[in-house]
């Protein structure tokens, strides 16, 4: 099973940037598909975006289309998320996953452990 470690996570003010990344190790991600999540307090965990083995095909919640932007580069085993035009409400945790090109967090069979994104007004 991969090992999943996002980073890239902080503060940021209403308008600002961030890109995450998602770093795999134990396997290679290569041949996964690999998705992003977020949870924010009290809310149930949601889907952001996923990208094919290849990344060629993509998908975006519709709440984040045109914002952010989600890569893979398979040489160095890292997933990212770009997230431009962050909103107060993009505030969560955020978690990559990897083993399955959906929208359902529990398609995915490994999980990172998250990282902290907090967007002030």
């Known amino acids: 099973q991969v090992h999943l470690v996002e980073s890239g996570g902080g503060l940021v003010q209403t308008g600002g940037s961030l890109r995450l990344s998602c770093a795999g190790s134990g396997r290679t991600l290569r041949y996964a598909p690999m998705g992003w999540f977020r949870q924010a307090p009290g809310k149930e965990r949601e889907f952001v975006a996923v990208?094919?083995?290849?990344?060629?095909?993509?998908s975006y919640a519709d709440s984040v289309k045109g914002r952010f932007t989600i890569s893979r580069d398979d040489a160095k085993n890292t997933m990212y998320l770009q997230m431009n035009s962050l909103k107060p409400e993009d505030t969560a945790v955020y978690y990559c996953?990897?083993?399955?090109?959906?929208?359902?967090?529990?398609?995915?069979?490994?999980w990172g452990q998250g990282t902290q994104v907090t967007v002030s007004s």
């Open positions: 996953a990897s083993g399955s090109y959906s929208s359902r967090w529990s398609d995915y069979t490994s």
């Open positions: 990208i094919s083995t290849s990344g060629g095909t993509k």
